[in-house]
T-cell receptor, first 111, second 111 residues
């Protein structure tokens, strides 16, 4: 089915561990984004990508790494998870013409 | 830092009432989008407004973009329980046109 898929939906990890959140889209949209959503802060942009092999920092990039070797995939890696990275993470894609399409999110808890 | 302020933050009304949600900024945006988010899901695009003064209607929802493209409003007529959710405004800015989001208005419509 066409769409944007995030995995896992839920993840619990320990402080200091590396964890990767996956995002896959089937529309061949050029742009992809990672946001985190926290109470009191709303949605904040972590990283975005304009095309394969092109990525750039957003508002809150520290502690995160992204890659985009293929147009359809945009994984987000937390190199050494901290409790402050407990959040709901949303991936989105866009062709810049018709707004953003969001995935269903990954709820990450760092203990 | 670009800021979008939404008001009110919370709104609880009875079915059949009318309501208006506001989205304000001191910055000019090239376009403004409204999204609706239900619990456990990602935001879903409702509308994009581009031209200052533009008004768009989507059934019982009316969206307006301010003349100066700094603010927007969402008006819902005869609210229904199915309208319950988090309403987010998002402004496109900068050369990349990335979106920044307001913190949202949480609407609860009671039958």
């Amino acid at each position: 089915d066409a769409g944007i898929t995030q995995s896992p939906r839920y993840k619990i990890t320990e402080t200091g561990r590396q964890v990767t959140l996956m995002c896959h889209q089937t529309w061949s949209h050029s742009y992809m984004f990672w946001y985190r959503q926290d109470l009191g802060h709303g949605l904040r942009l972590i990283y975005y990508s304009a095309a394969a092999d092109i990525t750039d920092k957003g508002e809150v990039p520290d502690g995160y790494v992204v890659s985009r070797s293929k147009t359809e995939n945009f994984p987000l890696t937390l190199e050494s998870a901290t409790r402050s990275q407990t959040s709901v993470y949303f991936c989105a894609s866009s062709d810049r013409q018709s707004g953003y399409t969001f995935g269903s999110g990954t709820r990450l808890t760092v203990v | 830092t670009q800021l979008l302020e939404q008001s009110p933050q919370f709104l609880s009304i009875q079915e059949g009432e009318n309501l208006t949600v506001y989205c304000n900024s001191s910055s000019v945006f090239s376009s403004l989008q409204w999204y609706r988010q239900e619990p456990g899901e990602g935001p879903v695009l409702l509308v994009t407004v581009v031209t200052g003064g533009e008004v768009k209607k989507l059934k019982r929802l009316t969206f307006q973009f301010g003349d100066a493209r700094k603010d927007s409003s969402l008006h819902i007529t005869a609210a229904q329980p199915g309208d319950t959710g988090l309403y987010l405004c998002a402004g496109a800015w900068g050369s990349q046109g990335n979106l920044i989001f307001g913190k949202g208005t949480k609407l609860s419509v009671k039958p």
